[in-house]
């Protein structure tokens, strides 16, 4: 430990008092309250709740239910969905060590990180997670394994002065790390809180479901105040005011939220069956929109996996020698990784006792292992071509090199490639330092191995390709060997290509056409991939970003749908609107026909909900020009669950997969206009047919009950009991008859009818 003491407890106490802790509190946005409080307590809502309020207040608690019900079971659906959302990202974590171990004063004890402050020395061994960020110090050496935050599987070597970085893991070695970046300066923190922001991104067919919605609330609205005003005038009672306040908010086609979410939680059940997770209950209606799929390389399109290709011997040397003593250089490293485990699965060998090694690290690119066996003696090592080479001859290592000319061919092909190469005549790997050290080499061979694809992914690019979505990729990885596996998973062979280090020399406007021109990325950054995402976006496109780490999580944020694999990182999974559940592309070919199945019911949904909403306002309109009296009531209009609501589950249920159209309302209009003049016609027809068949047949009897007549007082406007004038106040029941009367008909003075255009004695009628 040497000069490394830490902090005394004096220290650390006055850290913390100034905020100086590993302690934050991280909030997804809204709390509870705020998220019912936003669903609830919308404009539409709260007129539907002013509206119920007076109808209780006036004893009309039916006509109340069916007032208020629609609203609130769309805001409870709408404040379930966003709690869930909520919970999901209250459960990112992207550190999960449970304790530390702190030098203070010059002693090791175990911690809770959130006891931690700027300036504390940790403790770091293999096996533990970096919990803050900071620097090296004192000696030792570390190999960090940092695909967590990079998404890239190689080794990082760190000495004194390296930074370390939170959320990265220790894989050998052991050292000490003075923490500068605590709490939410650290950086997984950061990532944290991008990951918990909370948003919901409409898809075009909500964008234009929520304008037809406001179209029609102004049409409403203009409707609501020449009634309510001519009611007023004509002085009915309250009752029927409020009942005509709640019929006319009640044209407002507020259930197209509702069936809207119906299709969406269907569609999202057929995609769960086929191993998909849908955690934005939009994403697979979002998924059938997209423009572009862009998707990472290690992990994603490919399954994290190198499978063996073959050997290709060098200066004369036999293959079959080239492939034992590589497959038992394989066996015999301490320490293995995925290109160790392709060489097992791929060549016959044996483990063999060594001597000495040099593991690989992503510093040398390299791993070296010593023999001293009567078969198998000397220096042994394979790793990357270009850090083998300084150790090769010089004819080995020239450009026209059987070797260098090997490497091209194997490489254009798409293929890893690694030396394998040998020194008979030594056999030790460090200096008298103690460093890794290499002798001279002579090639074997050189070795190819193949990045296997995800299942299915071919299939499901070629898809993608004939439905006209744009395709790309992006990596950490070469260009070169990116674009060589874009190639075998399907993509164009005129792929054109860009580096990380080319975009970052670009200026604002030759970055956004490189985004929209280029189908290969390489060498990016993490905040490149969210750079891209967002140009594309600006660029009008939709986009789709699949990604499985940690540093896909702001891209992923950042695009319309947002696509993680199963096997990835829980942050990636979590801010994502769709999990692959079994890694497979395999399911986004029916999400996707599912997204236009949903787009398919949704607009025959809208012809049927528009149809009711025309047809209404309409006859309420030609009702009111021939004089007759307003012709609903709540209880009819609650009805309509019944006669569009049903329909409209069964026509979300059995759609056949579309396209949205880009006329969508214009059509509307076409199939709207005719049919609600045509229902009009009919409705107010037998509206007023049923008024003359009153007025002149002897149906009213002085024993037909008070109930029956004052319902059909208030359906008709035809008044029982009046002098020839219409009544403006509730109409009073009429005296029972007497039992010797009860069953002759009314005489002329004891019952007279009365309408809006006129009256009509029983007697004058005769």
């Given amino acids: 430990m040497g000069e490394v003491r830490g902090l005394t407890e004096g220290e650390v106490r006055a850290r913390r008092a100034r905020g100086l802790g590993n302690d934050v509190e991280a909030r997804t946005g809204r709390s509870y309250w705020d998220i019912a409080r936003a669903n609830l307590f919308t404009t539409y809502n709260n007129i539907l709740f002013v509206i119920g309020v007076a109808l209780v207040a006036l004893g009309r608690y039916y006509d109340a239910a069916t007032s208020v019900g629609i609203g609130l079971v769309n805001a409870l659906i709408g404040t379930a969905q966003e709690v869930r959302a909520k919970r999901q990202l209250d459960r990112i974590a992207l550190v999960s060590a449970p304790k530390v171990t702190v030098v203070r004063e010059g002693r090791e004890r175990d911690v809770d990180p959130a006891e931690l402050v700027v300036g504390d020395v940790v403790r770091i061994g293999a096996g533990d997670q970096v919990v803050v960020d900071g620097a090296m110090v004192g000696i030792g050496v570390l190999e960090m394994d940092e695909s967590l935050l990079t998404g890239e599987p190689d080794l990082i070597r760190k000495r004194a002065g390296d930074r370390l970085f939170s959320g990265s893991f220790c894989v050998t070695g052991t050292g000490y790390l003075e923490a500068d970046g605590v709490g939410s300066e650290s950086f997984a923190s950061k990532l944290t809180a991008t990951a918990r922001t909370f948003a919901v991104t409409k898809t075009p067919l909500q964008r234009k479901v929520d304008l037809v919605v406001r179209f029609v609330m102004l049409v409403v609205a203009f409707f609501s105040v020449i009634i309510l005003a001519a009611a007023l005038f004509e002085g009915l009672p309250q009752v029927r005011l409020v009942q005509i306040a709640a019929v006319l908010s009640g044209q407002v086609p507020y259930g197209l939220f509702l069936m809207i979410t119906v299709a969406y939680a269907l569609g999202a059940s057929a995609i769960a069956r086929q191993g998909a997770l849908v955690q934005q209950v939009n994403a697979v209606e979002s998924l059938s929109n997209i423009d572009v799929l862009c998707m990472d390389k290690t992990g994603t399109l490919t399954a994290n996996k190198l499978v063996f290709d073959g050997v290709h011997p060098l200066r004369g040397a036999s293959a079959e020698e080239a492939a034992a003593s590589l497959g038992d250089f394989a066996r015999s490293a301490s320490a293995s990784n995925a290109t160790a485990d392709a060489l097992v699965a791929g060549l016959p060998g044996e483990k063999r006792p060594i001597i000495d090694e040099v593991p690989f690290a992503s510093a040398r690119k390299w791993s070296a292992l010593a023999f001293d066996e009567p078969e198998r003696r000397g220096v042994y090592a394979t790793g990357a071509v270009e850090m083998l080479a300084p150790y090769l001859p010089p004819e080995d290592a020239a450009p026209d090199s059987p070797l260098a000319r090997e490497v091209r061919d194997l490489s254009s092909r798409g293929l890893r490639v690694l030396l394998f190469a040998h020194n008979p005549d030594v056999t030790t790997l460090h200096d008298e330092r103690g460093e890794p050290h290499l002798p001279t080499l002579q090639p074997l061979a050189v070795v190819s191995l193949v990045d296997e694809l995800r299942p ?14 744009e395709l790309k990729v992006i990596s950490g990885d070469d260009p070169r060997t990116v674009a060589a596996l874009a190639k075998r998973a399907g993509f164009g062979e005129d792929a054109k290509l860009v580096s990380g280090p080319e ?68 942050a990636a999974r979590d801010v994502s609107d769709l999990i692959l559940l079994k890694d497979s592309f395999a399911v986004l070919r029916p999400a996707f026909y599912e997204g236009r199945r949903i787009i398919g019911g949704m607009s025959s949904v809208l012809y049927l909900f528009l149809a009711r909403v025309a047809t209404t306002a309409m006859i309420i309109v030609a009702v009111t020009m021939i004089g007759l009296d307003f012709p609903f009531d709540p209880a009819q209009a609650a009805l309509t669950t019944f006669t569009v609501g049903i329909p409209a589950f ?3 249920l059995w ?31 037998i509206y007023a047919i049923d008024h003359e068949v009153v007025l002149n047949s002897p149906l009213v009897r002085a024993d037909i009950p008070n109930e029956f007549q004052e319902t059909y007082e208030n359906y008709t406007g035809i008044t029982f009991g009046s002098e020839g004038t219409r009544t403006s106040s509730p109409p009073s029941r009429p005296r029972a008859a007497s039992p010797s009367s009860s069953h002759g008909p009314p005489s002329s003075s004891s019952c007279s009818w009365s309408r809006p255009t006129g009256s009509f004695s029983d007697g004058a009628r005769r």
């Fill in 456 to 469: 299915g992914a071919r299939e499901t690019i070629a898809a993608f390709g004939e439905l006209g979505v």
């Fill in 503 to 570: 975009l970052e020399e670009m200026s604002p406007d030759e970055f956004d056409r490189a985004a929209g021109e280029a189908t290969v990325f390489g060498r990016i950054k993490p905040e490149q991939k969210e750079g891209l995402v967002d140009a594309l976006l600006r660029r009008g496109a939709r986009v789709a970003m699949m990604g499985d780490g940690v540093n896909d999580v702001p891209a992923l944020k950042k695009a319309s749908v947002g696509i993680a694999m199963n096997g990835g990182s829980s």
């Fill in 650 to 652: 069964f026509l979300t």
């Fill in 655 to 685: 759609a056949k997969p579309q396209k949205l159209a880009e006329g969508l309302l214009p059509s509307l209009a076409k199939f709207v206009v005719p049919a609600a003049m045509l229902t009009t016609l009919m409705g107010a027809g």
